[in-house]
């Protein structure tokens, strides 16, 4: 094993002297709780500069550095960053999950969350930051993506290629009925994404070519999407309704059958699935009521 990689390897969990300086970032209350509780000193832009010191060639930077646990990017940032080195297949996502000594539990929740501070009290955000500042540290270069590994990324953009496929019913009137919960597809973009590694560059522009119109669908907006939770949380996003138009074109290039969740859908809503009740802003009912949301999207209301 080489040099670099070992000292990685045999990192300890002993960070009661790690400083994770703000300076890079606004971090939330909650990340400087998760960070104070696990004994990590935050000490200002200031400090953390003057610490700052050129690298000689013979100077081997261990992983315990607090340079490593400088947090001066996003929960995004490094999702990404951690996105773009497997897929260069330098480490499999099970051997880069044992080298910053998560578990697959811990890294998948982190890994398919969306927006700069969702994943901040996670254990992966600062380790697997760490991985990445230890090899800048020590002038390890990002590993090129081989160009095996580019005609392969082709190979899948084209594999989930649905903009030559027959529109759907409605598609031309932006009016296709939905018969997909929030939740629904939020798993199915989440299962690219992490699974297939497709890009979500990719699927925002498949998404925007299920609209009729100019419809444009940024990054943004697709975060926000995926950041909530609910069969019914973001019902009224553009990226849900192109999701499912979407999905739905691949599933029939695919040539797969329904599922049966699907097949419920179609009996629970007949007309699809409500896109115009703004259910993010909550309800107002009695204090003796409750409001309940079942997984087919159904909002009912009862005695507590």
């Known amino acids: 094993m080489p040099a670099k990689k070992k000292a990685l390897s045999e990192k300890t969990s002993n960070t009661h002297n790690v400083a ?30 003057s610490k700052k010191r050129k690298i000689s060639d013979c100077e081997e930077i261990s992983i315990d550095d607090e340079r490593c646990y400088d947090v ?8 990404n960053k951690v996105r773009k080195y497997l897929e260069t297949g330098e480490m499999t996502v099970g051997q880069f999950q044992k080298v910053i000594e998560v ?3 811990p890294y998948n929740n982190f890994m398919r969350q969306a927006g700069a501070h969702k994943g901040e009290q996670s254990s992966v955000y600062p380790k697997a930051l760490a991985f990445f500042k230890h090899r800048e540290l020590n002038g390890i270069k990002p590993p090129k993506k081989p160009k095996v590994v580019k005609e392969a990324a ?10 030559d496929r027959d529109k759907l019913e409605g598609e031309t009137e932006n009016a296709v009925k939905v018969y997909d919960t929030c939740d629904v597809a939020r798993k199915h973009i989440n299962e690219l994404i992490n699974k297939q590694h497709v890009s979500k560059a990719f699927l925002m522009n498949q998404f925007k070519a299920c609209f009729s119109d100019d419809r444009k669908i940024s990054a943004s907006q697709f975060n926000a999407f995926l950041s909530k939770i609910g069969p019914n949380a973001g019902n009224r996003a553009a990226v849900f309704y192109a999701a499912y138009v979407y999905f739905e074109k691949l599933r029939i290039k695919q040539d797969k059958p329904k599922t049966g969740f699907r097949e419920e859908m179609e009996k629970k809503h007949k007309r699809g699935f409500d896109l115009e009740t703004n259910h993010d802003n909550g309800y107002k009912i009695h204090i003796s009521q409750r409001v309940v949301v079942n997984q087919y999207g159904e909002v009912g209301i009862e005695k507590r």
């Open 154 to 163: 082709k190979a899948k953009e084209e594999e989930y290629d649905v903009t």
């Open 72 to 79: 001066d990017i996003s929960c995004d940032a490094v999702r």
């Open 20 to 49: 994770a300086p703000t300076n890079g970032i606004q971090m939330s209350t909650a990340a400087k709780k998760m960070f104070a509780e696990k004994g990590i000193d935050i000490p200002t832009a200031t400090e953390s500069s």
């Open 103 to 105: 578990n697959s539990a």
